[in-house]
């Protein structure tokens, strides 16, 4: 649960007020033990400022009160959350007490039950018992089980709030929903970070394969080489577009295409090989595209919806061949909060075709030179992403460590899992194991506070659409995958004590296993 701090508690505290600061101080410790967060109402500054300097006159102190005052609130405020005063929390001028009457109508904006305004106010709990909690009973309130996310955007939020309102509130002022200019300038950066000549910004992940393989002309008659192991979206538009997909089996340590098993499968009716950058880490993308090359220039379009960061060869997913495309999915290592993706190509006509296809095909206003799609990335999911991306190479340096620790720490326990390739990095989209009792392992998890999730338990030629296109038997890496594999908890801001926590859950399940 996470507390809003009354004005009077923060009083207490940069003041050490008694008989009130310990209870207060204590109560502030223990909500942060249980993973909850402290939050501040930025409406409120001016308030806490008065009063803290109000009370420093009333104790005696002759400092410079005003200075001292600012000093201290300054130092309790630094590791708290500021949370925005919003236009609905103005007009509270009928409530007798208006500035408890702001901080009632924030808590509003929370999931009923997840937070509550710490207050010493005996009135405004009497009122609001379900919304307000004096120090003293939150103190006697059972400890609440630590949660564990199996994805954490709350702590990411938190480290880019006033960043990411700034953007946000930007948009909203210059209205301009529908390519507005953070869509230019997040392309910008997009294509620097990649180092590809083009970037163009789409709806989704599936849009930018979607429009990749319309740009390249692929419809009815035409092959598309990719992998079953995969979410349905790389099939979904091959299929959409009158084509066929072509499976070839996986590599088997680490999930994704077998590049040795491509050059066999293609046929004169092949238009395009589609590898899948699967949990983060890119497929052996040189021997794929010098068989592209070899087999008549085919192109090559990397599905690079997990993989935003990942590196092969030193060179980063999404500029790794003909298109790279990518999903800024709220789960994938650079997420919006919606639905977003972005194309990446360094061929300027097909980068052309791709911009004018995500509107509707559009090559000026109302003139339609080629049959589109509404696909465009609106501004305020742009806005989101620019401000993610201030954060981001810090969150790849943290995917690797946190990477390479789970890794270090499965394979001292003998536990299998999917590999990283030498040349490759991985920026985990999901941090996946294997297991042969995978039903007991997620219940045993389950019981320990630990979520976790498969990606994904039907290869795409085992489910009931796409059935017909290949048999099972000619991908059985795919289907034994498809039964071991389990994705554990993964973020940028995974604590070390939850990994620690998790681990020593596996290394028991297994010893259990082994008694068995």
Not at 286 to 313: C, H, L, M, T, W
Not at 490 to 512: Q, R, Y
Request: hydrophobic share 40%.
């Amino acid at each position: 649960m996470d507390l809003l701090i009354d004005v009077e508690i923060v009083v207490d505290c940069c003041i050490r007020r008694e008989p009130y600061f310990d209870d207060a101080d204590k109560a502030l410790g223990k909500c942060l033990s249980q993973g909850g967060r402290l939050w501040l109402y930025t409406g409120s500054v001016q308030s806490l400022d008065y009063a803290v300097r109000d009370a420093l006159r009333a104790s005696g102190a002759d400092a410079d009160i005003q200075a001292t005052a600012r000093h201290l609130l300054k130092v309790f405020c630094g590791d708290k959350q500021w949370l925005a005063a919003l236009a609905a929390e103005g007009d509270v001028f009928d409530s007798p007490n208006v500035q408890a009457e702001q901080l009632i109508r924030a808590l509003g904006r929370f999931e009923h039950g997840k937070i509550k305004l710490l207050t010493r106010d005996a009135l405004l709990v009497e009122r609001y018992p379900d919304l307000c909690v004096t120090p003293q009973e939150y103190l006697r309130r059972a400890d609440a089980p630590i949660s564990l996310d199996f994805i954490d955007l709350k702590t990411q939020q938190d480290e880019i709030r006033p960043g990411l309102e700034a953007r946000i509130h930007r948009v909203l002022r210059h209205g301009q929903y529908i390519m507005g200019p953070e869509v230019k300038e997040l392309e910008a950066r997009l294509a620097s970070y990649t180092g590809a000549e083009h970037c163009i910004s789409v709806a989704s992940g599936t849009e930018a394969l979607l429009i990749s393989l319309m740009a390249l002309g692929i419809g009815p008659g035409d092959e598309v080489i990719t992998t079953p192991f995969t979410f349905v979206a790389t099939a979904e538009v091959i299929v959409l577009l009158g084509a066929t997909p072509v499976f070839v089996d996986i590599e088997p340590d680490t999930g994704n295409i077998d590049a040795r098993l491509i050059e066999a499968a293609i046929t004169s009716k092949t238009k395009a090989i589609m590898p899948v950058s699967l949990y983060g880490q890119p497929a052996d993308m040189d021997e794929i595209n010098a068989i592209a090359a070899r087999r008549g220039n085919i192109p090559v379009i990397e599905d690079a919806a997990q993989s935003f960061g990942a590196e092969y060869k030193g060179r980063k997913s999404g500029n790794l061949s003909t298109f790279g495309c990518t999903s800024f999915f709220p789960s994938k290592p650079l997420g919006c909060y919606g639905d977003g993706g972005a194309i990446f190509t360094n061929d300027a006509a097909l980068a052309q075709a791709c911009r004018e296809i995500r509107v509707h095909g559009q090559s000026k206003r109302y003139v339609h030179t080629r049959i589109g799609v509404g696909g465009r990335m609106d501004t305020l999911q742009c806005a989101i992403v620019l401000a993610k991306l201030e954060r981001f190479d810090q969150e790849v340096f943290r995917r690797l460590e946190i990477g390479a620790r789970y890794n270090e720490g499965l394979d001292e326990i003998g536990f299998p899992r999917i590999v990283q390739r030498p040349h490759r990095t991985s920026v985990f989209g999901q941090y996946t194991v294997l297991c042969d009792n995978r039903d007991a392992l997620q219940a045993a998890l389950q019981k320990a506070a630990v979520p976790t999730a498969v990606h994904y338990p039907l290869p795409l030629n085992d489910q009931p659409a796409y059935q017909h296109l290949c048999s099972t038997e000619k991908t059985p890496r795919a289907q034994y995958a498809a039964r071991r594999v389990m994705s554990l908890p993964m973020s940028a801001d995974l604590a070390p004590a939850a990994m620690a926590h998790i681990l020593v859950e596996l290394s028991t399940f297994m010893a259990e296993q082994k008694r068995m």
